[in-house]
């Protein structure tokens, strides 16, 4: 017990604090950067939100493709109304199709 001093335990006690100093210090930068590079919750609700809206935008534009689909269809009935005179049967079948379309918009 005779070699130890009260010099020799300020210095331990000195070089155990700047060890336990180090080693927070360490793991703060491993903490910031981690969250540099995984992204941020900001990040992340922006990014379902865009989703959600790329959603409807594809739903949105199946209706519009198929009510041209429609449209086109009722065109052609007319201008074969107007070359051949009187072709009901594909008249009544644009109407129909023009029908389901309409009333599927509605009930939407």
Same mark, same amino acid.
């Given at each position: 017990?005779? %070699?130890?001093?009260?010099?020799? /335990?300020?210095?331990?006690? %000195?070089?155990? /604090? +700047?060890?336990?100093?180090?080693?927070?210090?360490? $793991?703060? &930068?491993?903490? !910031?950067?981690?969250?540099?590079?995984?992204?941020?919750?900001?990040?992340?609700?922006?990014?379902?939100? $865009?989703?959600?809206?790329? $959603? %409807?935008?594809?739903? +949105? !534009?199946?209706?519009?493709? =198929? &009510?041209?689909?429609?449209?086109?269809?009722?065109?052609?009935?007319?201008? $074969?109304?107007?070359?051949? =005179? &009187? =072709?009901?049967?594909?008249?009544?079948?644009?109407?129909? %199709? !023009?029908?389901?379309? /309409?009333?599927?918009?509605? =009930?939407?």
């Amino acid at each position: 017990m005779s %070699g130890i001093t009260a010099e020799a /335990l300020l210095t331990t006690a %000195g070089v155990l /604090l +700047a060890v336990f100093a180090a080693i927070a210090t360490i $793991d703060k &930068g491993m903490d !910031i950067i981690k969250k540099w590079r995984t992204p941020s919750t900001d990040t992340a609700k922006k990014l379902a939100e $865009d989703k959600r809206r790329l $959603d %409807g935008h594809e739903e +949105a !534009i199946k209706v519009l493709q =198929n &009510g041209s689909q429609v449209q086109c269809t009722a065109l052609m009935a007319l201008l $074969d109304h107007e070359l051949h =005179n &009187g =072709n009901a049967d594909q008249m009544e079948k644009a109407k129909d %199709g !023009i029908t389901v379309y /309409l009333s599927s918009l509605i =009930n939407r």
